[in-house]
């Protein structure tokens, strides 16, 4: 009976067929020498198998494992394909939580402040801080310093953002305006040439003022700029759920009348994150500071904190909401008695910072299928906004 066969002769078997399989595989790889070589090991060993001699059997065996790695050459520079192998395996593992889980999303405006940050430049007139201080403070809040001055008696007269792909460069030489890191080109009447290392916008609303002649040694521009808050973006839960009102979520454009579309038709979606306000088939209506849904003040807390101020006494920052302004695309709420209704499997996204934001009072509500997440978690930099977004 099988299960009364020494183990010896069970192994000895196995061994016996798996080299005949190893042998099929490699047939067309190796010599004839080597092929008759093998063989005749094996043939060796089954026959020590058939006699029961437990010494000719392990004998026979370890001719047969020798012979073997001549079927098996060890590869070449093999630690090098383990660790490609790993880095492979790493980034098709981060690509899938990527694509189907968590994703990344950077704050790029201030459209929802004070909940999140977009970039926030700051000018100061005492000397920047010393190289540790500006490190220490580059980590942790994701700060950058900026101190141009004036090399002569000559006024501003064009501005143009551009990217570097290093990032501890001005400008890589050889691929003009490709990469992935923002930089601010600032050119005088004299010919001269100054870069900042941050996009235009926050660099002429916060740090730059209005056009005037500068004169030499004079500071054109002295400050820090405070990077926009790094969120994750739940992508998993809006397959199982609906959205709910209140959440703040992020979508694609595509589709949307937005002032980047409009300024650039053809040009690829971008990425919002903004406030849910507004679900399927609710009727919305704007009497600043507050927002009434189905004729009701909302009951959720975020909703209710926003307009919990004015713009003459904020509340914690929140100025509450506004009608839409006459520039928008679409006459949505436009007056504290006008309503809107959000059509079927629309969704509509209003900015916390409602004085300073385009969202659907511009451009309408979002389609369904324009839904990427919802926003959970800041994870940078690591300061008061750090944590659950809320």
């Given at each position: ?25 490699k ?32 004998v ?19 630690g ?8 492979l ?13 968590i ?7 201030g ?35 900026v ?83 790094h ?21 694609n ?138």
């Open positions: 009976m099988f299960f009364l066969t020494p183990r010896y002769v069970k192994h000895g078997t196995q061994f016996a067929r798996d080299a005949r399989k190893l042998l099929a595989y047939r067309d790889l190796v010599s004839t020498e080597t092929i008759g070589e093998v063989e005749g090991e094996i043939i060796a060993l089954e026959a020590a198998v058939k006699s029961r001699d437990k010494a000719a059997v392990e026979q065996a370890n001719k047969l494992d020798k012979v073997c790695g001549k079927l098996t050459k060890p590869q070449t520079d093999a090098w394909r383990e660790n490609v192998e790993v880095f395996v790493a980034i098709i593992i981060a690509l899938a939580v990527r694509t189907y889980f994703q990344p999303f950077t704050i790029p405006t459209s929802m402040q004070p909940t999140l940050n977009g970039i926030i430049g700051t000018p100061i007139t005492e000397p920047l801080p010393n190289i540790l201080v500006r490190t220490f403070h580059g980590i942790v809040f994701g700060r950058t310093y101190d141009l001055v004036a090399k002569a008696d000559e006024m501003i007269v064009e501005i143009r953002e551009y990217k570097s792909l290093l990032p501890f460069v001005d400008r890589t030489p050889i691929f003009k305006n490709v990469g992935f890191f923002s930089r601010t080109e600032l050119i005088t009447d004299k010919g001269n040439r100054y870069v900042v290392k941050e996009t235009s916008d926050p660099l002429k609303k916060d740090l730059l003022g209005g056009p005037r002649m500068f004169r030499a040694g004079e500071s054109i521009a002295r400050g820090y700029f405070d990077t926009g808050d969120v994750f973006v739940d992508k998993f839960s809006y397959h199982f759920r609906h959205p709910s009102r209140a959440d703040v979520f992020v979508f454009t595509a589709g949307l009348p937005t002032p980047e579309a409009q300024r650039n038709p053809g040009s690829p979606s971008q990425f919002y994150i903004k406030r849910l306000v507004g679900l399927p088939g609710d009727s919305l209506r704007i009497a600043p500071p507050q927002i009434f849904v189905n004729g009701e003040l909302p009951r959720e807390a975020p909703l209710q904190r926003v307009g919990s101020g004015t713009p003459e006494n904020p509340n914690n920052g929140y100025r509450g909401y506004a009608n839409g302004f006459s520039s928008f695309t679409y006459p949505i709420m436009r007056t504290p008695g006008s309503e809107y209704q959000v059509p079927p499997k629309s969704y509509f996204a209003l900015g916390d910072n409602s004085f300073h934001s385009s969202d659907s009072r511009d451009w309408g509500a979002v389609p369904e299928q324009n839904l990427m997440g919802r926003g959970v978690f800041v994870y940078w930099p690591f300061d008061s906004h750090w944590g659950r977004i809320k």
